[in-house]
């Protein structure tokens, strides 16, 4: 069981602009900021999203947000190779560890 | 450009201490960002095992806490994971990475991984 809840499976097409979540409490996404990582193909993750700041060579169609205890990933515009697996991470100060969702794999049609 | 490697056995016996370095280069593991190791068993999600901070400072997974160390070495340029009495549940793709010492300690960099498999 996973400290942080994502959804298991998001599809959409291509162009269009698609949502992850990563629902957290108030002791690790209400207080701190959440990074988000891809994976594509069990190859090693890449950094998309670091609290609202893009990492350098990040298309700016990824964006990221936050409300409470909930964040978000917003992909606008979305391309075949966006298609891969998405994890959300924070610290949470109740575990006193860094945890991970549990990953969302993201289908383009 | 930061670059982080691992590198260590890719076979370990039940029971044994399971043993990884990570080479970093175009950064030094003194300045101010945390050095982190990351794992995922196979099919399964990313699982934090525990970090070291520029300073020395060692944090761990609870969960994992009796059997990990995590050590550092500035002058060689390179962090550590040592995982004692390791069984088939470690098995698992072997990440380390760097942590930004800022809110929520995203990572930035991460390294290639490498497969340690449990067997006798």
């Known amino acids: 069981q996973s400290a942080l809840t994502q959804e298991a499976s998001v599809s959409g097409t291509v162009g269009q602009k698609v949502t992850l979540s990563c629902i957290g409490n108030?002791?690790?996404?209400?207080?701190?900021?959440v990074g988000w990582y891809q994976q594509i193909s069990h190859g090693a993750p890449k950094t998309v999203m670091f609290?609202?700041s893009l990492p350098s060579g990040i298309p700016d169609r990824f964006s990221g947000s936050k409300s409470g205890a909930t964040a978000s990933l917003t992909i606008s515009g979305l391309q075949p190779e966006d298609e891969a697996d998405y994890y959300c991470?924070?610290?949470?100060?109740?575990?006193?560890?860094?945890?991970f969702g549990g990953g969302t794999k993201l289908t383009v049609l | 450009q930061v670059q982080l490697q691992e590198s260590g056995p890719g076979l370990v016996k039940p029971s044994e201490t399971l043993s990884l370095t990570c080479a970093v280069s175009g950064y030094s593991i003194s300045s101010d960002y945390y050095w982190g190791w990351i794992r995922q068993p196979p099919g399964k999600g990313l699982d934090w095992i525990g970090s070291i901070s520029q300073s020395g400072d060692t944090y761990y997974n609870p969960s994992l806490k009796s059997r990990v160390a995590i050590s550092g070495d500035t002058s060689k340029k390179q962090f550590s994971l040592k995982l004692t009495s390791v069984t088939a549940a470690d098995t698992a793709v072997y990440y380390c990475?760097?942590?930004?010492?800022?809110?929520?300690?995203?990572?930035?960099?991460w390294g290639q991984g490498t497969l340690v498999t449990v067997s006798p």
């Open positions: 990475a760097r942590h930004l010492s800022s809110s929520g300690y995203p990572i930035d960099y």
């Open positions: 991470s924070t610290w949470d100060y109740s575990l006193s560890a860094w945890v």
């Open positions: 609290g609202n």
């Open positions: 108030s002791n690790n996404i209400g207080r701190d900021a």
